[in-house]
């Protein structure tokens, strides 16, 4: 059993939590996730690490409550356990000949982009971090960009706090302001993506995606977090997470993400939120 250490609430939805697992935290690097249950007959779900904590044997994940097994998550507190914790999996980002890059995350999405953002700084290398958000009470991580990251850039899309629009809109503004980037790194929803890369691509400045794929196994045995890279069929896990932005066939990668969303809105409602418990069958 894995337990919860500390739990600190972001926002409405959005939560972090540190877990005991010393095997994992030992082996942690940048860009790399675990896949987690909540308890035997759970979901297996993905998340990035937000950090890890070798001495501890800690590892942090910052997590919306979006669907069953998060909502569940949600309702375990500060000494309860998760069922199993499988990692560190997927291969760790690539920082290799960078100097500086622009990180750019949209909404849950800056979850992920906080480790990548922070671990590359920490390397040395100058990050400017742009954070979207739709609004004001969407904003998570501002003090830790802040303390991690070279300089930091916050839009929300109603203009409620920072600045007004999007985190594309930005990106151009300092890409036209003369700044230099080795790299882009775009982290969040696929469209977000989409546009971010085709804007570096724009520029002729690399990009890379983080994918959040659907997964179930993680070892590359089920085919579920298939995408297509330059043409040709990559697995999420162990490929990436993170790929050529520029290679990704974004289309194909939306359609995919789309597909299972009617029975997720139904296995969501399928969570009591009086005692926790989830209806499995019908
Ligand atoms: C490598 C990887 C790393 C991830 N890291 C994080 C993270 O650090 N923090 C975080 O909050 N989420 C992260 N995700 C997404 C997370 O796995 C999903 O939100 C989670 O599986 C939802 O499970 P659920 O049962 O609560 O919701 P479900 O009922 O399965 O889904 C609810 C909603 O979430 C969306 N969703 C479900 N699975 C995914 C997915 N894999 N990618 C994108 N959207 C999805 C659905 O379209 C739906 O709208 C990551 C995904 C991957 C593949
Ligand atoms: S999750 Fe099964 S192949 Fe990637």
Same mark, same amino acid.
């Given at each position: 059993m894995y337990k919860i250490v500390s739990k600190r609430k972001l926002n409405e939805t959005m939560t972090w939590l540190v877990i005991e697992a010393p095997l994992v935290a030992r082996k942690a690097k940048p860009g790399q996730f675990i896949i987690l249950r909540t308890d035997e007959y759970g979901e297996r779900i993905p998340l990035t690490m937000a950090g890890h904590d070798s001495e501890r044997g800690t590892i942090d994940i910052i997590y919306a409550a979006v669907g069953r097994t998060t909502m569940l998550m949600d309702q375990l507190e500060e000494g309860d356990a998760l069922e199993d914790v499988v990692g560190p999996l997927g291969k760790p980002t690539e920082m290799e000949g960078l100097k500086k890059v622009a990180v750019v995350g949209g909404g849950t999405g800056n979850a992920l982009a906080y480790p990548l953002a922070t671990g590359m700084h920490r390397e040395g290398i100058q990050v400017d971090m742009i954070a979207g958000f739709? !609004?004001?009470?969407?904003?998570?991580l501002e003090d830790e960009f802040k303390a991690g990251t070279d300089r930091l850039y916050i839009t929300t899309d109603d203009g409620s706090?920072?600045?007004?629009?999007f985190t594309t809109d930005k990106l151009k503004e300092l890409i036209e302001a003369g700044n230099q980037y080795d790299e882009i790194v775009a982290v969040g929803p696929p469209v977000m993506m989409k546009f971010t890369c085709e804007i570096a691509k724009q520029y002729g400045i690399p990009s890379v995606a983080s994918l959040t794929a659907y997964m179930v196994?993680? !070892?590359?045995?089920?085919?579920?977090c298939r995408c297509v890279v330059g043409g040709e069929n990559k697995f999420v896990c162990v490929d990436g997470p993170e790929f050529d932005g520029s290679l990704v066939d974004w289309d194909e990668l939306i359609r995919r993400n789309s597909f299972y969303r009617e029975q997720e809105q139904e296995d969501a409602a399928h969570v009591c939120r009086l005692t926790g418990g989830v209806r499995y069958h019908d």
């Open positions: 739709k !609004t004001k009470d969407m904003v998570i706090y920072g600045e007004k629009g196994d993680g !070892t590359g045995m089920c085919g579920g």
